[in-house]
């Protein structure tokens, strides 16, 4: 008698109720998926996660109040063990990069939804990252080209908070903005200072204007 795999548990975090909808029926039609949970937004999610521990969260990247990528970052320090893939109307490359430096592993934008997203899971589960061939062929290109400014040793959000910060905007106007919280600006601020090797408000300051960051 052999033993039967359980199946890889999965929460679905998406705002529109049709499209989760959709989302649920694909993957309940796989046996070796079980869907254990659903949320609309990302404060809710982060409860619900930690509470249930699925092996996959799906999560919209577009989502009211806090956005899909704050809450990946969330969700990483909530639960880390658990795997993360977007589910997104984006394409552009920006959102794809944004996502894996939050602590994402796969991508599959909506248009592919049908097609890809169940080998998404699937790879995620592994331990491998996901994204369609053309989004893995651009990520590709742009680590290979040099970065004449030095920030890419910032990741993108870090970026953006020492943006901020350089444009005078306090840690509300920015957190704000970012969809993120006043103290996990301070955190982001804290890396990049620390990544670029100075002290203070000043420093992270002059270091973008040397680099005419700020257009």
């Known amino acids: 008698m052999t033993n039967r795999v359980a199946p890889l548990r999965v929460f679905l975090v998406e705002d529109h109720r049709i499209v989760r909808a959709g989302v649920r ?20 999610a982060l409860e619900r996660v930690a509470a249930l521990a699925p092996d996959i969260v799906l999560l919209d990247l577009t989502l009211p109040g ?34 894996l430096e939050a602590g994402g592993s796969g991508y599959v934008p909506k248009s ?16 491998e990252y996901y994204a369609p061939p053309g989004l893995l062929a651009q990520l590709a290109r742009q680590a290979r ?24 905007n306090t840690y509300r106007e920015i957190a704000e903005a970012l969809g993120i919280s006043e103290k996990t600006v301070a955190t982001y601020r804290d890396r990049a200072a620390e990544k670029l090797g100075v002290r ?16």
Not at 28 to 39: C, N, T, W
Not at 205 to 215: A, C, G
């Open 25 to 44: 029926a694909l993957l309940q039609a796989h046996e070796q998926l079980e869907v254990v949970g659903e949320s609309d937004g990302g404060e809710d």
């Open 66 to 99: 806090m956005n899909g990528i704050a809450t990946a970052e969330a969700l990483r320090l909530a639960v880390p063990g658990v795997r993360l893939v977007a589910l997104s109307m984006h394409e552009e490359i920006e959102y794809v990069r944004g996502f």
């Open 112 to 127: 592919a939804v049908e097609t890809q997203l169940v080998d998404a899971v699937f790879a995620v589960a592994r331990g």
């Open 145 to 168: 080209t040099p970065d004449p400014y030095g920030q890419a040793r910032l990741t993108r959000r870090e970026l953006e908070v020492v943006q901020g910060i350089a444009r005078g």
């Open 200 to 215: 203070n408000r000043a420093g992270l300051v002059r270091w973008v204007l040397e680099r005419k960051l700020l257009t």
